[in-house]
């Protein structure tokens, strides 16, 4: 059982920044993906930003050039600061956790959710 446990939303005015973090704990898959998903109120959730374990990331495109994704291994920590910061990056964003094995994905992990409200 992966426990992830997430920090760091708030309210910041547009262009501002903000870094989430969240600790993974329990896990014992060494291939695996760290991902930051949101939610708009009245929207679905979305995939923001994902760093796995061989190094690589991917950000959807709203955001690339603005938010990083990054890992701290020795804490078994991903982080994703955000500059630039508009309104529509407004919402609830969720820490995901998906643990591989033989390359398949064997089981995903949810975090509590953070609130990220951007003003105008």
């Known amino acids: 059982q992966v426990q992830l446990v997430e920090s760091g939303g708030g309210l910041v005015q547009t262009g501002g920044s903000l870094r989430l973090s969240c600790a993974a704990s329990g896990s014992t898959f060494s291939r695996n993906a760290m991902a930051w998903y949101r939610q708009a109120p009245g929207k679905q959730r979305e995939l923001v930003a994902i760093?796995?374990?061989?190094?690589?990331?991917t950000y959807t495109d709203s955001v690339k050039g603005r938010f990083t994704i990054f890992r701290e291994n020795t804490k078994n920590t991903v982080y994703l600061q955000m500059n630039s910061l508009k309104p529509e990056d407004t919402g609830i964003y969720y820490c995901n956790f998906k643990g591989y094995r033989d390359y398949l994905p064997r089981e995903e992990y949810w975090g509590q959710g953070t609130q990220v409200t951007v003003s105008s």
């Open positions: 760093s796995r374990s061989d190094g690589s990331t």
